[in-house]
């Protein structure tokens, strides 16, 4: 099935860095969503987005959905040994016919001590 | 306010051999789909169930079945299981339909030999 275009893949970073992944897509998405995925666990939703042009925070998270809708971002900043994990985007076209969510392959985020 | 509820989460299967996962919605919501994921293809939605009707589907084989009660719980199915089954199963709930955000469940790791 369709995926969307994740990068990057993975990231090193030192902590303390800020840190920035995005999403782009051919089609247009209504609805973007950034979750993040620990080891043996479900992804947990980190921030929800449901209008072009849309920027919204949570806590250090930051994620903005792209004004085309075919794009979003997703920026932490000042990075804490926790936010180690998988960072996932994913979309959702308009209803009638939509085929769920739309992920991306993850954003592998490591901290580097 | 409980989550997403996902049982069992593993299980041992043979080739051959079928299964039914189930997964309790978080309440109040009325909405709930499922996902497979693996190393290989990332995160793939399966199906998604709204009002107890199967609203969108993916593509997967008629082997992977699911429905919804009344209650909103669901479960889904999977027939005839072969190797490349073998996965993390997540469902996710949504408070109804379209686009609202979807918050998963820990999933069911299913092993098939």
């Known amino acids: 099935g369709q995926q969307l275009n994740q990068s990057p893949q993975s990231m090193f970073i030192q902590e303390g860095e800020d840190v920035s992944m995005n999403c782009t897509s051919s089609?247009?998405?209504?609805?973007w969503l950034w979750y993040k995925q620990d080891p043996g666990e479900g992804p947990v939703l980190l921030i929800a987005l449901y209008k072009a042009g849309e920027l919204t925070s949570n806590g250090r998270l930051t994620a903005q959905f792209g004004i085309t809708r075919k794009d979003s971002f997703l920026n932490i900043s000042a990075s804490i040994p926790s936010d180690v994990g998988i960072y996932f985007c994913?979309?959702?076209?308009?209803?009638?016919?939509?085929?769920?969510?739309?992920f991306g392959k993850g954003t592998h985020l490591i901290i580097q001590p | 306010k409980a989550g997403v509820t996902q049982t069992p989460r593993y299980l041992i299967k043979t080739r051959g051999q079928q299964v039914t996962l189930s997964c309790s919605p978080i309440?109040?919501?009325?909405?709930v789909s499922w996902y497979q994921q693996t190393p290989g293809q990332g995160l793939q939605f399966l199906f998604e169930?709204?009002?107890?009707?199967?609203?969108n589907k993916g593509n997967f084989p008629g082997r992977f079945s699911g429905r919804q009660f009344s209650n909103s719980r669901s479960e889904m199915n999977v027939s005839t299981l072969e190797l490349g089954d073998s996965a993390l199963y997540l469902c996710a709930s949504s408070l109804r339909l379209p686009g609202q955000a979807a918050f998963f469940g820990q999933g069911t790791r299913l092993t098939v030999v």
């Open positions: 169930y709204f009002s107890e009707t199967q609203r």
């Open positions: 309440s109040g919501h009325r909405s």
């Open positions: 994913a979309g959702r076209k308009s209803g009638g016919g939509a085929d769920g969510l739309t």
């Open positions: 089609s247009i998405f209504n609805t």
